[in-house]
């Protein structure tokens, strides 16, 4: 493909003199209060569907002598749901921080919202929301205090905490301390966190572990709520059943490698593509 | 518009006031580490004492180093705190600069550790037969710019050593050597102010106390986010 | 893009060769530059033969003072390139460092001890070469407990840079800290009789400590080479240049 050789010969994906729409200007959204500084416009990148919002080339990682990562292409577009299956240390919680650049790729390269994940980290940043396996969230603190300390650290304020904490039904333990919170409760909560701006694009790693019935049901709500607004979301799992309702494509990662994709929306054929 | 140095004043302040405010709630914190303090004081005790003049003469070293062994527990526990719940990658997420986080961190640890010089210095006092002397100001400028000192060169080191293996050992064999400069300045201070000063000493060391601690806080502020990023 | 990493081709038979023969000139320098100053040099009045040690601690005294600046240029060539040549060379800049600031202290008790009657006078060079011992254990034992590759390097980068700005600051404390308590004599260099052999020493032990810090170096890219091998394995490439 041609974005492949942009790839290798180093110059940034969706850009190409050479296209006869020639380069695209695109505001970008200012879902993050702090994200509207101007984009330049060398590495401006279309909004259509077409050009991926997350698209990782080739990523590998290892870890001490062995290789966690070991070459793994993707891609997502806006408004996306995708899920990635996989056994542990299959490698998928390490593709998802590369994305969300807590590490840097050892070859390979990956792009989220056209920004390259270890070049511009910053800007990346502002456009990506991550959910860890641990909620990292502040165990002394009341839930209401932890998402004014988050907001604090956005630059966002705080007017938005009461609705947020509405939404994920924790606004009756808004004023305990975190320590005395289920791992149902501190997963909302960790979502609820990012829900103080608007991040383009999610990364959840294993949302569902350890929700119930109705936390599942909320996370689905909300996850779909925000691909009909554009979000682009890669969400990993354990195992298919909780997500179904909500994912687009599935991808399975075995060994650090992709080992096949399914297309799960009812808007296309199902089909079962092997890429190695 | 959420960069910026005002708004990274902002999040310095508001991690200071998380990691005070989380301490504040955590029974086991201060008052452990401000206990440990006061106990290696009593050891120091016994171990020079119990002659008086010999415990007189020992008493600022004793002092700063029950100070300095506590500190390094307070210093990891600083991180701690963002370790335990995978709080730090968030941290690390959030937009502006590293250097944020260490602005933080230093308050929230320059206030834990002043506090607990305030109390380990009252204990040793009593403890090693000091004599409050009339220059007691210029000692708490001491203290407080040995304190810098210390806060500075514990909490950047702490940034790593609390994400190694073997942090409890490791912290103080990086700090340790490290803090020499400072500890001999701050130690010579004191003993110089406590002894009644006769050669104007104390003044000398402290021009270099104030030197040392520009010279480390510029470095590891320049550093911390090497340091903090990986 | 990732850390650029070294290609599996870095390593050459011509180079080891050279650095062979490097590493025996520089041993047959040492061996002829310390019979000729033996040789040459008179007794000293007050020491008698034990001068001759000096031959031995005063330039590993001048290496060891040498060494932590060169940590601290490829700490702060790494920082800024992130090639991982640099941080492989500071590590074995640290290391010989380490060793000579040892030897420099073991030297300095075995001349005190006559000379003083005590192995440890804590006088000001010898405290501040002691100190210095430690930041550079402190250094190793980072580089020991951290096993994460780029973290290590970036960790290793950032404190070298902190130690070596502390070893002269750490002089100068210490300097200061003993002349206000008691005044120590230190070994005297400066009577021109035996300036001739200390240079000439001075020299040896300089190219002795480039043969090894280039020796241990060497060492750490066949350790790379051996890693990229299983890494081309892994990945189920051929060639050996990765990243962008």
């Known amino acids: 493909m041609g974005e492949a050789h942009l790839i290798a010969s180093g110059r940034r994906p969706g850009y190409d003199p050479g296209a006869k729409d020639g380069p695209v200007h695109v505001r970008q959204n200012p879902t993050f209060s702090f994200a509207k500084r101007r984009i330049n416009t060398v590495h401006a990148i279309a909004s259509s569907a077409q050009t991926p919002v997350i698209d990782a080339r080739g990523v590998a990682r290892r870890f001490g002598a062995s290789w966690v990562l070991r070459g793994v292409t993707l891609q997502a577009s806006a408004g996306e749901t995708v899920g990635l299956l996989g056994v542990n240390g299959s490698g998928k919680s390490t593709l998802l921080r590369i994305l969300s650049t807590l590490i840097k790729p050892h070859a390979g390269s990956a792009t989220v919202c056209g920004y390259d994940v270890a070049r511009d980290p910053e800007e990346v940043r502002s456009c990506v929301g991550y959910l860890g396996h641990t909620p990292g969230l502040y165990d002394d603190l009341t839930a209401r205090e932890n998402l004014q300390f988050a907001a604090a650290m956005f630059g966002t304020d705080a007017r938005e905490i009461d609705r947020i904490l509405e939404r994920v039904t924790l606004s009756g333990a808004a004023d305990q301390r975190v320590r005395g919170f289920s791992s149902g409760m501190q997963r909302r909560l960790a979502i609820a966190r990012l829900m103080l701006v608007r991040p383009r694009v999610l990364l959840l790693d294993e949302p569902y572990s350890n929700l119930d019935t109705a936390g599942i049901a909320l996370m689905n709500s909300l996850i779909s709520e925000w691909a009909k607004s554009g979000v682009a979301s890669l969400v990993v799992l354990h195992e298919l059943a909780p997500a179904a309702g909500i994912l687009d494509r599935t991808v399975t990662i075995v060994e650090g490698r992709i080992a096949s994709e399914e297309n799960l929306s009812a808007a296309q054929a199902p089909s079962l593509v092997v890429i190695r | ?230 | 893009m990732a850390h650029a990493a070294l290609s599996s081709t870095t390593v050459t038979a011509p180079r080891t060769n050279r650095l062979a023969m490097f590493g025996w000139f520089a041993f047959v320098f040492l061996v002829a530059s310390q019979i000729i100053a033996i040789a040459i040099s008179p007794p000293d009045r007050d020491m008698g033969d034990l001068q001759k040690i000096l031959y031995v601690h005063v330039p590993s005294a001048w290496m060891s003072m040498l060494a932590p600046f060169t940590v601290l240029y490829f700490s702060l060539l790494y920082l800024w390139k992130k090639r991982e040549e640099d941080d492989l060379l500071a590590a074995a800049s640290a290391e010989v460092a380490t060793a000579f600031s040892g030897l420099t202290l073991v030297l300095g008790m075995i001349w005190g001890k006559p000379t003083w009657g005590v192995w440890w006078a804590w006088d000001a060079r010898m405290t501040s070469m002691l100190v210095q011992f430690l930041i550079l254990v402190g250094y190793l034992s980072l580089r020991a407990l951290v096993d994460e590759r780029d973290r290590r390097a970036q960790w290793s980068a950032a404190v070298g840079i902190l130690g070596a700005i502390n070893v002269p600051i750490v002089y100068m404390s210490v300097r200061w800290w003993r002349t206000l308590h008691q005044i120590q004599s230190s070994p005297a260099t400066v009577d021109p009789a035996y300036v001739i052999g200390l240079r000439l020493n001075a020299f040896a032990f300089l190219f002795v400590m480039i043969y090894f810090i280039r020796a241990r170096y060497g060492a750490a890219l066949l350790e790379r080479a051996a890693e990229h091998a299983l890494q081309d394995a892994a990945l189920g490439t051929g060639g050996s240049n990765h990243g962008s």
Do not use: C
């Open chain 2, 1 to 230: 518009m959420t960069g910026g140095l005002s708004h990274d004043w902002r999040r310095a302040r508001a991690i200071a006031w998380k990691d005070l405010t989380s301490e504040r709630r955590s029974k086991a914190g201060f008052n452990s580490v401000v206990a440990l303090a006061v106990t290696i004081l009593v050891m120091f005790g016994f171990a020079l004492g119990p002659d008086a003049q010999a415990i007189r003469d020992a008493a600022p070293g004793a002092i700063w180093l029950a100070v300095l062994f506590a500190g390094v527990l307070a210093f990891n526990r600083s991180y701690q705190v963002e370790l335990d719940g995978g709080a730090l990658e968030q941290l690390i997420l959030y937009p502006g600069s590293r250097r944020a986080i260490f602005a933080g961190k230093l308050l929230a640890n320059f206030a834990f550790v002043s506090l607990m010089l305030v109390v380990v210095v009252a204990v040793g006092v009593i403890l090693f037969q000091v004599h409050i002397p009339a220059a007691w100001p210029a000692l708490l400028g001491i203290l407080f710019l040995g304190a810098v000192g210390l806060v500075t060169l514990g909490t950047f080191y702490a940034a790593m050593a609390s994400r190694s293996r073997a942090r409890e050992v490791l912290l103080p064999l990086l700090l340790f050597p490290m803090l020499v400069p400072v500890l001999l300045a701050a130690m010579e201070a004191t003993k110089g102010l406590l002894g009644g000063d006769a050669m104007g000493d104390a003044g000398n060391w402290a021009r270099l106390l104030i030197a040392f601690d520009v010279v480390f806080f510029v470095a590891t502020f320049l550093a911390f986010e090497s340091v903090i990023e990986v």
